[in-house]
């Protein structure tokens, strides 16, 4: 793993909702829309909080929310130029932010030019071993998609040109001044593909990160198989809000020893832009201080998902449009906040302070003190044994007196 990712807590934003741009891709023919420059009043209020790393998401060229990719090479026009990712690029460099990109390889749009092509030629495109097609007698053919999402058309990752494809998008992008990829749906692409595609790049680029969404299985497949460095921690995720809505801590314990074991540290996160806000998520937003306790004094690369500082509420629901709650967009400036959310801002400064205080955090393994369904302490280790935190998560109290939390040094 390249050094600099042991210091790195990354602030995540989904650029075209973050910006209010439109649903649907501009017309041919319309003048780009810089928005990426609204991101420049945000930057210093990301490392007033602590973070130093903007993890955005997709930010090409794309036929609606990102992810339905059109051309890779090219930033959407919707929130700009090359230009004006350009001068992002440089804003964040010059306060020692790091940059990491969406790398959506798993799927493309279906305006994707290489399956237009196959769309217009069949079988007698150049590009149709680019797809899983099955072809009929007629002449059509069907194709394979992304979890029955017919706009989104899968990839076939046995040829060898969507390899090299995706290998040099991830070179282009580094070489223009990213600093890492988040690799979206890792989990759906064969290892091997990510072990060449990966391995490729970074021997041009060694310096680079590179953090592939997993959702379950064995996440050490996708690390060590996969050369990938990190993986998306959506199992302590999941153990941290639902132990603390069932008062259960027996199962976040399970998922720390679990955690504490992988060979890597992963992109640890309690929100994102693909599922229910922790304010909203958490039956008791009480609890919501513990959440955040867990989250930054165990191993890992840490991610805040930009608005969760502020407690942004918003459920994700299962229907067109369904991400719109938790993709909102954001005001000018930090200055056009509403004053509620400012104490929990404050609480993540807190925590971050301390994490910087110990860096040694980002390796830690996990070693259970004390454990009952409400009441669970914990002591997190540095690799080499030499520093302790002791952390006590409460979660019995009631009415005013609501579940509390300590870290601590051992005596």
């Not at 110990?358 to 070693?367: D, G, N, S």
Request: hydrophobic share 40%; with cysteine.
């Amino acid at each position: 793993m390249t050094d600099w990712v042991q210091h790195v807590i990354w602030w995540h934003a989904h650029p075209l909702t973050f910006t209010g741009a439109e649903r649907d891709a501009l017309p041919p023919g319309t003048a780009p829309v810089p928005r990426l420059r609204r991101f420049e009043p945000w930057l210093d209020y990301l490392v007033e909080l602590g973070c130093n790393g903007l993890a955005l998401g997709p930010v090409f060229a794309s036929a609606t929310h990102g992810y339905d990719t059109i051309d890779h090479y090219r930033v959407d026009p919707r929130l700009g130029t090359e230009e004006d990712l350009r001068r992002l690029f440089d804003e964040c460099h010059r306060r020692g932010i790091r940059v990491l990109l969406d790398g959506v390889f798993n799927h493309v749009g279906r305006d994707f030019p290489q399956f237009q092509d196959v769309l217009a030629h069949g079988r007698d495109s150049a590009y149709a071993s680019w797809f899983k097609l099955t072809f009929h007698d007629d002449g059509g053919f069907d194709y394979a998609d992304f979890e029955g999402h017919r706009h989104l058309v899968a990839l076939n990752h046995d040829e060898p040109a969507v390899a090299d494809y995706v290998t040099d998008v991830m070179r282009h992008w580094l070489a223009f001044g990213a600093d890492g990829w988040r690799l979206d749906a890792a989990y759906a692409v064969p290892v091997p593909f990510w072990r060449d595609t990966v391995s490729r790049t970074r021997a041009a680029h060694p310096g680079a990160w590179f953090a592939g969404e997993v959702i379950h299985g064995d996440y050490e497949s996708w690390l060590h198989d996969g050369a990938l460095d990190a993986v998306t921690q959506y199992e302590l995720w999941k153990a941290i809000w639902s132990s603390l809505n069932d008062r259960n801590f027996y199962e976040l314990a399970w998922a720390l020893d679990r955690h504490a074991k992988l060979s890597e540290p992963p992109l640890t996160f309690v929100g994102n832009h693909d599922v229910t806000r922790l304010a909203s998520v958490l039956t008791d937003v009480r609890q919501l201080p513990l959440a955040l306790v867990v989250l930054f004094t165990v191993g890992g690369v840490p991610s805040v998902y930009a608005g969760d500082e502020q407690a942004f509420r918003g459920v994700k629901r299962d229907r067109e449009f369904g991400d719109d709650e938790v993709r909102p967009p954001f005001p000018d400036t930090p200055a056009d906040l509403v004053p509620y959310g400012w104490p929990t801002y404050h609480l993540h400064q807190q925590l971050i302070s301390l994490r910087r205080r110990h860096p040694w955090l980002h390796r830690a393994t996990i070693v259970p003190v004390q454990l009952s369904n409400e009441r669970f302490t914990y002591e997190t280790v540095s690799a080499d044994g030499e520093h302790r935190l002791v952390v006590t998560l409460d979660a019995t109290g009631t009415g005013d007196d609501g579940p509390s939390w300590s870290i601590r040094e051992p005596d």
